[in-house]
């Protein structure tokens, strides 16, 4: 794999205070991997031997471990404080195929907290701490792949589509939870068992100038490329992702569960990726319990065969506020679909339901299967800024709606260019308002707007 430069998409304006983030630094001496045992020959098992060399370092208060070049296969390692990970160019750290090699352990995983396997690359409840190189970390993925399939073929006649993803235990190639000043920068990452790099319940992280590639011998189910999770002060910048479902994608908790934790994502940004392949350029959910605020997104590109470009999906047990999300200076190359808001997403998985007959299931099928009051379930999203959205080749300008006691509230659309075949529709929004937009449909016409009140600006 080769780095490629990223491409700026024209003048960056100042964005809007954030906490001043404290950034992970590196700290100590080296550590080479091979010192500790760790053969670089793609045959045997080193996770012992790069585990060793990772708690040196931590043992002498920090330091950089390094992997020269070479394939070593490996299960989960854990990254300690105050240590830094460096996969150097020409390594790779190639993830085994047994699912023993990735201890469990007490996570969050699609929105519910429970057991699950480590990350192949794990920063778990540690500070100061580095993933960074210009190698390769392969997950090796397929083998986890095909098992999901093979349970959705089971699952699926049984009306069990919504605990496949429980069941079906997968690593994730980078697991950061409950950590700070964390940094994941400068890897190819490939081939994901799960989702590629996953942020939970952290605070300063940074993830830079990665290379993801998940669609390689198939198409991953899950491979999401950045997710994070009820995490404070992340910037995700200068990441190249081609994988199988969400791209870059905000989170927070999923119904009974998350709104029981209810911790928000906030103080995010977003800046100056491109996403070639995906499900969805830049996600909002589905899981929104615990509420996304102070979001900013900026110079992302979206491309074809992207079908979907900027997306929010929740459903009507998730609930959670989402506020202060501003998305500016954003180009989409022949996206099927511009924006879409979909608040009852996908209901064979968003909404579970325990057959009769099932004894004792496990207590994370108790918690997704938990009454949520309405009024606690209905998600609520306003004070969402768009500016300079450039889209050449679309289909469909927009595809949103909500629920007429929870409208879309307060968007404001500024300096939108799209050319798309149809400007789409709009259904229970309240004060939204376009200036300078120019939507150029081939019939000439506007969104339909239906349901909503104080639209305003579209000709």
Known sequence: MHRRTLLRLGAVSALAPMTAPAWA????????????????????????????????????????????????????????????????????LKGVTDLSAYPMVRTRVAGIEMDWPAGLLNVYQQSNARITGEGLVDGDGKVFWDAYWALRREYDPRDLRWAADYDCRRPRLIHIYDADKVEVSGLNLARAGFWTVHVCYSRDVKVSDLIIRNNIGGRGPSTDGVDIDSSERVVVERCDLAVNDDALCIKAGRDWDGLRVARPCREVKVRDCIVRDAL??????????????????????????????????????????????????????????????????????????????????????????????????????????????????GKIGFEAAAYPEAPLEDFVFERLRWDVREAGSIANAKNWRFTDCDIDTLDGTGPKVTASSGVTGLG
Do not use: C
Request: aromatic share 8%; glycine share 14%; proline share 6%.
């Open 25 to 92: 630094r590196e700290t100590g001496r080296v550590f080479d991997a091979a010192d500790f045992g760790a053969v670089p020959n793609g045959d045997g098992v080193q996770t012992r031997a790069i585990q060793a060399a990772i708690d040196a370092a931590a043992g002498a208060g920090g330091g950089t471990v390094v992997l020269k070049p070479g394939v070593y296969r490996s299960g989960s390692l854990f990254v300690k404080s105050n240590v830094t990970l460096n996969v150097g160019r020409g390594a790779t």
């Open 280 to 393: 969805a350029g830049m996600t909002f959910g589905s899981e929104t319990s615990g509420g996304f605020h102070d979001i900013e997104v900026s110079g992302l590109r979206i491309e074809y065969p992207v079908p979907l470009g900027i997306f929010f999906k929740s459903g009507h047990t998730r609930g959670g506020s989402i506020s202060n999300i501003r998305i500016r200076d954003v180009h989409l190359q022949d996206v099927a679909t511009l924006m879409r808001v979909n608040l009852n997403w996908y209901p064979n998985y968003s909404y579970a339901r325990i057959p009769a007959g099932i004894a004792n299931p496990p207590d994370y099928w108790t918690a997704l299967a938990t009454p949520v009051p309405r009024e606690q379930g209905i998600p609520r999203i306003r004070d969402v800024r768009l500016s300079d959205i450039r889209a050449v080749g």
